[in-house]
């Protein structure tokens, strides 16, 4: 901590919501505008088969990862993972489990789509939204899950006739005429009769949706001294498309849940949608996790790699333009914060979708832009992010929170510039934490000084006061007709700026955020 003058911004307005002890946890990631993102990669309808199965890559790897997942269930865009009602995961924080779940599942997205489709370049960058919800015990998580089963099995059974119903000739108005109306058995034998299709001949994972957990497998873990297998079971996470309304699969698999009864309509009731307060400044906060690992194993330099924060840059520019109610972003290191204005109705203000949404967009422009900046290094990890949403009543105050956050970029990089001097001097790690222990800003600028010649103002402004990114007008020049002379005309621009965040930048930025500094 750098221990300034602005750091009540945390103390005093930073609160974690945690989900209530003794609950399930629900997490499900629905796939923004993926209408379009199927219809841009072409994707076969009425189901892609190679999109469902990379849906299921992510949500193994996603099991995986965290192992107090208990189960999950996709169909079509989106994916419910369910937490054991124990779970202390981020001590259940609600922003960190939302953002790292969606942050993590867009990361696999990306890196594993050349494995489903490797005649397909990625032409937008994916990425999801995502809620938690809590049920109370083993029985509505039961129902839930048939919720979702029987939306897969209704929405397919829509779609299957629907698009049979284009491809025969007919436009897509009048194929919705043709259904309207009509009931499960109506559509059964429309396909049978008009397509000569049985509709349960169709492939389990268009119908039943898929299945995602731990199933015992008996696994060689060595072999004896006459050459024979030594086998033991173990949990492997598996998919499957099986019925999950039914009582037979949670008989068969008594380790996932336990048996319950079934009223699956009531579910929707225990989803509570936070909404930030009205006229309250919004900032969502987002940073790297396990990135000291995820940046040795890429060779980052030390102690400021300028070709990764210029990529965290990248991601941040691009960032404002997908969204517009972001008015101001600023980053050091491996996070960023993003500013969305007091007046925004963005998913109307509700919580989870912006932290989750923003996350997982930031964690897709990262990977998508990581060849342009790393053209010679392979992605060894997915990079992943967790995210907290922040609300401010007051521009003066979100002001002073960027102003903290600008602290701490200075005390955590003069640190950091003075203990990868050290060590790079022959110190060990441990000497330089040593030397460096109770020092303070002038003794760090006279160690650099003294024994490295360094004068510690001259390192390059994005590494001292990190990088701010916002809107300016400029002027271009329209194009002439006929021979005549063109005419300017404005636009916003996004730029790239490392400067002071104090009084001067504001007035001399007035459109950004006006009276902050009253």
Same mark, same amino acid.
């Given at each position: 901590?750098?221990?300034?003058?602005?750091?009540?911004?945390?103390?005093?307005?930073?609160?974690?919501?945690?989900?209530?002890?003794?609950?399930?946890?629900?997490?499900?990631?629905?796939?923004?505008?993926?209408?379009?993102?199927?219809?841009?990669?072409?994707?076969?309808?009425?189901?892609? +088969? =190679?999109?469902?199965?990379?849906? =299921?890559?992510?949500?193994?790897?996603?099991?995986?990862?965290?192992? &107090?997942?208990?189960?999950?269930?996709? *169909?079509?865009?989106?994916?419910?993972?369910?937490?054991?009602?124990?779970? +202390?995961?981020?001590?259940?924080?609600?922003?960190?489990?939302?953002?790292?779940?969606?942050?993590?599942?867009?990361?696999?997205?990306?890196?594993?789509?050349?494995?489903?489709?490797?005649?397909?370049?990625?032409?937008?960058?994916?990425?999801?939204?995502?809620?938690?919800?809590?049920?109370?015990?083993?029985?509505?998580?039961?129902?839930?899950?048939?919720?979702?089963?029987?939306?897969?099995?209704?929405?397919? @059974?829509?779609?299957?006739?629907?698009?049979?119903?284009?491809?025969?000739?007919?436009?897509?108005?009048?194929?919705?005429?043709?259904?309207?109306?009509?009931?499960?058995?109506?559509?059964?034998?429309?396909?049978?009769?008009?397509?000569?299709?049985?509709?349960?001949?169709?492939?389990?994972?268009?119908?039943?949706?898929?299945?995602?957990?731990?199933?015992?497998?008996?696994?060689?873990?060595?072999?004896? &001294?006459?050459?024979?297998?030594?086998?033991?079971?173990?949990?492997? *996470?598996?998919?499957?498309?099986?019925?999950?309304?039914?009582?037979?699969?949670?008989? =068969?698999?008594?380790?996932?849940?336990?048996?319950?009864?079934?009223?699956?309509?009531?579910?929707?009731?225990?989803?509570? =949608?936070?909404?930030?307060?009205?006229?309250?400044?919004?900032?969502?906060?987002?940073?790297?996790?396990?990135?000291?690992?995820?940046?040795?194993?890429?060779?980052?330099?030390?102690?400021? &790699?300028?070709?990764?924060?210029?990529?965290?840059?990248?991601?941040?520019?691009?960032?404002?333009? @997908?969204?517009?109610?972001?008015?101001?972003?600023?980053?050091?290191?491996?996070?960023?914060?993003?500013?969305?204005?007091?007046?925004?109705?963005?998913?109307?203000?509700?919580?989870?979708?912006?932290?989750?949404?923003?996350?997982?967009?930031?964690?897709?422009?990262?990977?998508?832009?990581?060849?342009?900046?790393?053209?010679?290094?392979?992605?060894?990890?997915?990079?992943?992010?967790?995210?907290?949403?922040?609300?401010?009543?007051?521009?003066?105050?979100?002001?002073?929170?960027?102003?903290?956050?600008?602290?701490?970029?200075?005390?955590?990089?003069?640190?950091?510039?003075?203990?990868?001097? #050290?060590?790079?001097?022959?110190?060990?790690?441990?000497?330089?934490?040593?030397?460096?222990?109770?020092?303070?800003?002038?003794?760090?600028?006279?160690?650099?000084?003294? $024994?490295?010649?360094?004068?510690?103002?001259?390192?390059?402004?994005?590494?001292?006061?990190?990088?701010?990114?916002?809107?300016?007008?400029?002027?271009? #020049?329209?194009?002439?007709?006929?021979?005549?002379?063109?005419?300017?005309?404005?636009?916003?621009?996004?730029?790239? &700026?490392?400067?002071?965040?104090?009084?001067?930048?504001?007035?001399?930025?007035?459109?950004?955020?006006?009276?902050?500094? $009253?």
């Amino acid at each position: 901590m750098a221990n300034s003058e602005y750091e009540y911004v945390k103390r005093e307005f930073e609160f974690d919501r945690c989900l209530p002890p003794s609950n399930w946890i629900v997490v499900r990631i629905d796939g923004c505008h993926f209408h379009r993102f199927s219809k841009v990669h072409a994707f076969e309808k009425p189901n892609d +088969e =190679n999109a469902l199965r990379l849906m =299921n890559a992510c949500a193994t790897a996603v099991l995986e990862k965290f192992p &107090d997942i208990a189960f999950a269930y996709g *169909v079509s865009d989106e994916y419910s993972f369910i937490f054991r009602e124990e779970t +202390e995961f981020y001590h259940r924080r609600e922003s960190k489990i939302l953002s790292l779940c969606v942050s993590y599942f867009t990361s696999v997205y990306v890196m594993k789509w050349k494995d489903f489709f490797p005649n397909k370049e990625l032409k937008e960058p994916p990425y999801f939204d995502a809620r938690a919800v809590c049920y109370p015990n083993l029985k509505t998580i039961r129902d839930y899950l048939a919720w979702r089963q029987v939306d897969c099995h209704i929405n397919n @059974q829509y779609n299957t006739c629907f698009w049979m119903l284009v491809k025969s000739g007919k436009s897509e108005q009048e194929a919705q005429l043709a259904l309207k109306g009509t009931f499960a058995k109506d559509k059964n034998e429309l396909l049978a009769k008009q397509f000569q299709i049985n509709y349960d001949d169709e492939l389990a994972m268009f119908r039943k949706g898929s299945s995602v957990y731990r199933e015992k497998v008996e696994t060689t873990v060595k072999i004896d &001294d006459y050459g024979e297998p030594i086998k033991r079971p173990r949990l492997k *996470v598996t998919v499957a498309h099986v019925d999950t309304i039914g009582t037979a699969f949670w008989e =068969n698999h008594p380790h996932i849940l336990r048996e319950g009864k079934f009223m699956h309509g009531f579910v929707k009731k225990f989803g509570i =949608n936070h909404i930030f307060s009205p006229c309250n400044w919004i900032i969502v906060r987002i940073i790297a996790c396990q990135f000291d690992q995820f940046s040795t194993i890429h060779s980052f330099d030390k102690p400021n &790699d300028e070709t990764a924060l210029r990529l965290m840059n990248e991601s941040a520019s691009l960032m404002m333009e @997908q969204y517009p109610d972001i008015v101001f972003g600023y980053g050091f290191s491996n996070e960023y914060s993003f500013v969305f204005h007091e007046k925004s109705e963005l998913y109307q203000r509700r919580e989870s979708l912006i932290l989750s949404s923003c996350s997982s967009y930031f964690t897709s422009l990262y990977m998508t832009k990581w060849k342009e900046f790393f053209p010679y290094t392979e992605l060894m990890q997915t990079p992943h992010f967790e995210a907290d949403a922040l609300c401010y009543p007051k521009l003066k105050i979100i002001c002073e929170y960027l102003s903290w956050r600008q602290a701490e970029c200075h005390a955590g990089n003069q640190y950091n510039t003075c203990f990868w001097m #050290l060590v790079k001097s022959g110190k060990s790690e441990k000497e330089a934490h040593e030397i460096l222990k109770g020092t303070l800003s002038k003794d760090k600028n006279e160690l650099l000084f003294q $024994q490295f010649q360094m004068n510690y103002n001259n390192e390059p402004a994005m590494f001292r006061k990190g990088s701010c990114v916002y809107r300016r007008k400029v002027e271009e #020049l329209a194009g002439a007709e006929d021979g005549g002379n063109g005419t300017s005309r404005e636009r916003w621009h996004v730029k790239v &700026d490392h400067v002071d965040l104090g009084p001067g930048f504001w007035r001399k930025h007035p459109w950004l955020m006006t009276n902050c500094t $009253q």
